[in-house]
Nanobody, 120 residues
């Protein structure tokens, strides 16, 4: 059974940093694009970042460019999201995914989500 398990969320002050991890088990995602979306209370799900299977092509939503960095370690079946200079508007539940279709916001697999709260 394929599982994506996130970790690394928490409470941080404005300007702080967090590193999210997403470990895949029960399958291999070496050929899949992997990424993160987020959902804040009362808001729609929002694409955050995606990385292709080679790790060479990354895509970000404009609001996180220059602050967030997505990376992956295929040997460990793990994708990371380094979040720096966090802002209150980054507060959301962050979901890891594999094989995301950005147009439909559907994915082959989802993690359970990890809460990120940025306090001002």
């Amino acid at each position: 059974q394929v599982q994506l398990v996130e970790s690394g969320g928490g409470l941080v002050q404005v300007g702080g940093s967090l590193r999210l991890s997403c470990a895949a088990s029960g399958g291999t995602f070496r050929r899949d694009a992997m990424g993160w979306i987020r959902q804040a209370p009362g808001k729609e799900r929002e694409f955050v970042a995606q990385i292709d299977w080679t790790g060479l092509i990354t895509t970000y939503v404009n609001s996180v460019k220059g602050r967030f960095t997505i990376s992956r370690d295929n040997a460990k079946n793990t994708v990371y999201l380094q979040m720096n200079r966090l802002k209150p508007e980054d507060t959301a539940v962050y979901y890891c995914n594999a094989g995301l279709n950005r147009a439909t916001m559907t994915a082959d697999y989802w993690g359970q989500g990890t809460q990120v709260t940025v306090s001002s």
